[in-house]
């Protein structure tokens, strides 16, 4: 018989959305950067994509320069009412989004009004579905005259930084709920700095170690106590990756591949921030299984050669070729009991175009989360990745990872089916526990 497993009455049933990916007409680092190398990025999809195992039906789009423009994107900046209404049809009860940097502060020092007011608008709408809010402040994207600046490493990023998320909590802050300072500082720093494919696009170790481990840590904790000075009882944390690292043949040596991999991609960063943290905020996507010998690509080169490595006849992989593995959720779960703070899920997806696998995957990472909180796991909320199908990043609009299709020749938006179970999951508030350990 399997045991039903029933959340807490306040558990945050939500999904998420970046303002670069979603809203349109950006003007930031990332859409300056798009323009200049969209046709770069589209005569190297074939390199870098033909291992995936829908490529032949999305090789048309990912061979376009216009797939990597994120130009309208989906319009979410003018018809966030109408997707606020989706997501309630879906049958959730948060809402994780991010504000746009530089359409606030588009010049160092000079906030524009208007787009205030339009952040204002969009929160007090959200509310008034009795929705939660979950408000990112950064997603990434830089303003241009502080990418001008050598972005991150502009001496006064820090200052500017605290500046505005001080803004946010003034103007903003009663209509916030959960805080999130910055999302995935890792992937940020090892994309653009480590293996230097995304802006700026400059490889640099030592500027690596000194962004990760010093600037943002540092950067994090200086928001947090800025914005308590404005908001004492506000709940913050930051997003960070977690992934599941699983020791091939469970060997001395890559059991201890894995200890370090941990250690260094999370324990060293998590020490620097975990006492300005109210709970901790976790993006999961997938997997990762290490082996001796794959040391080298797993830290220095794309995650996108990893493709190469697919075995679809013994697993399930996503259309962007991430392992879907719902127990990893679990797992990383269960590692986060020993920073003893609340977690809540802010990111957790796949890209599935035809909607084949989202609604096993949802059901069974479910299933997982619940036995890690049965197991005494403390978790407050699950954020599905992504609310609607949007643009992502250097891969442009080609991976659809949205519980909402949109059409983007008519801005049409079209719940998926897989969407309703997850809905049906959230309204009923319960689901059963797994009843048997998946060890694929």
Same mark, same amino acid.
């Given at each position: 018989?399997?045991?039903?497993?029933?959340?807490?009455?306040?558990?945050?049933?939500?999904?998420?959305?970046?303002?670069?990916?979603?809203?349109?007409?950006? +003007?930031?680092? =990332?859409?300056? =950067?798009?323009?200049?190398?969209?046709?770069?990025?589209?005569?190297?999809?074939?390199?870098?994509?033909?291992?995936?195992?829908?490529?032949?039906?999305?090789?048309?789009?990912?061979?376009?320069?216009?797939?990597?423009?994120? @130009?309208?994107?989906?319009?979410?900046?003018?018809?966030? &009412?109408?997707?606020?209404?989706?997501?309630?049809? !879906?049958?959730?009860?948060?809402?994780?989004?991010?504000?746009?940097?530089?359409?606030?502060?588009?010049?160092?020092?000079?906030?524009?009004?208007?787009?205030?007011?339009?952040?204002?608008?969009?929160?007090?709408?959200?509310?008034?579905? @009795?929705? /939660?809010?979950?408000?990112?402040?950064?997603?990434?994207?830089?303003?241009?005259?502080?990418?001008?600046?050598?972005?991150?490493?502009?001496?006064?990023?820090?200052?500017?930084?605290?500046?505005?998320?001080?803004?946010?909590?003034?103007?903003?802050?009663?209509?916030?709920?959960?805080? !999130?300072?910055?999302?995935?500082?890792?992937?940020?720093?090892?994309?653009?700095?480590?293996? @230097?494919?995304?802006?700026?696009?400059?490889?640099?170790?030592?500027?690596?170690?000194?962004?990760?481990?010093?600037?943002? #840590?540092?950067?994090?904790?200086?928001?947090?106590?800025?914005?308590?000075?404005?908001?004492?009882?506000?709940?913050?944390?930051?997003?960070?990756?977690?992934?599941?690292?699983?020791?091939?043949?469970? *060997?001395?040596?890559?059991?201890?591949?894995?200890?370090?991999?941990?250690?260094? +991609?999370?324990?060293?960063?998590?020490? &620097?921030?975990?006492?300005?943290?109210?709970?901790?905020?976790?993006?999961?996507?997938?997997?990762?299984? !290490?082996?001796?010998? &794959?040391?080298?690509?797993?830290?220095?080169?794309? /995650?996108?050669?990893?493709?190469?490595?697919?075995?679809?006849?013994? &697993?399930?992989?996503?259309?962007?070729?991430?392992?879907?593995?719902?127990?990893?959720?679990?797992?990383?779960?269960?590692?986060?009991?020993?920073?003893?703070?609340?977690?809540?899920?802010?990111?957790? @997806?796949?890209?599935?175009?035809?909607?084949?696998?989202?609604?096993?995957?949802?059901?069974?990472?479910?299933?997982?989360? /619940?036995?890690?909180?049965?197991?005494?796991?403390?978790?407050?909320?699950?954020?599905?990745?992504?609310?609607?199908?949007?643009?992502?990043?250097?891969?442009?609009?080609? #991976?659809?990872?949205?519980?909402?299709?949109?059409?983007?020749? *008519?801005?049409?938006?079209?719940?998926?089916?897989? /969407?309703?179970?997850?809905?049906?999951?959230?309204?009923?508030?319960?689901?059963?526990?797994?009843?048997?350990?998946?060890?694929?």
């Amino acid at each position: 018989m399997q045991k039903i497993y029933r959340f807490p009455t306040n558990f945050l049933w939500g999904a998420s959305t970046a303002a670069h990916q979603i809203e349109g007409d950006c +003007t930031n680092d =990332w859409s300056v =950067w798009e323009k200049k190398n969209a046709q770069r990025l589209a005569k190297q999809a074939i390199r870098i994509y033909r291992h995936l195992p829908k490529w032949d039906r999305l090789k048309e789009q990912a061979q376009n320069p216009a797939n990597y423009i994120s @130009g309208k994107s989906i319009d979410g900046y003018n018809r966030y &009412r109408e997707d606020m209404n989706l997501l309630k049809d !879906i049958g959730l009860n948060s809402y994780r989004f991010s504000i746009e940097w530089s359409r606030i502060e588009p010049e160092e020092g000079a906030y524009d009004e208007k787009e205030i007011q339009h952040y204002l608008e969009q929160l007090e709408y959200i509310k008034s579905k @009795g929705i /939660a809010t979950v408000v990112t402040i950064w997603h990434w994207t830089i303003p241009t005259w502080l990418a001008n600046k050598k972005g991150v490493l502009y001496p006064n990023f820090q200052k500017s930084f605290v500046a505005f998320a001080t803004l946010l909590a003034k103007r903003l802050g009663k209509y916030v709920d959960y805080w !999130i300072t910055l999302n995935e500082p890792d992937v940020y720093t090892m994309q653009s700095y480590l293996q @230097g494919f995304r802006p700026p696009r400059k490889k640099n170790f030592l500027k690596t170690l000194y962004i990760y481990f010093i600037l943002l #840590p540092n950067v994090h904790n200086e928001t947090y106590d800025a914005i308590k000075e404005v908001l004492p009882k506000s709940k913050i944390s930051l997003s960070k990756q977690f992934v599941g690292y699983t020791a091939i043949g469970n *060997t001395f040596e890559n059991r201890l591949i894995v200890l370090l991999a941990q250690f260094f +991609t999370n324990d060293l960063f998590m020490n &620097r921030v975990k006492s300005h943290l109210d709970f901790v905020g976790i993006n999961h996507y997938f997997t990762t299984r !290490i082996n001796l010998f &794959r040391v080298k690509t797993l830290l220095f080169k794309s /995650a996108l050669n990893e493709f190469k490595y697919l075995d679809p006849q013994n &697993r399930i992989y996503s259309d962007f070729g991430w392992e879907l593995y719902p127990k990893s959720l679990y797992l990383a779960l269960k590692d986060l009991r020993k920073y003893k703070l609340p977690v809540m899920i802010t990111e957790h @997806g796949l890209a599935d175009s035809e909607d084949i696998y989202r609604k096993w995957f949802i059901k069974d990472s479910l299933k997982y989360l /619940a036995k890690a909180m049965n197991e005494g796991v403390n978790v407050i909320g699950y954020h599905h990745w992504s609310l609607l199908d949007n643009f992502e990043w250097d891969q442009g609009f080609w #991976p659809q990872f949205g519980l909402i299709a949109v059409n983007r020749k *008519t801005m049409e938006r079209k719940i998926r089916k897989s /969407a309703f179970t997850y809905g049906n999951i959230a309204r009923k508030n319960t689901i059963n526990l797994p009843e048997h350990e998946d060890e694929k």
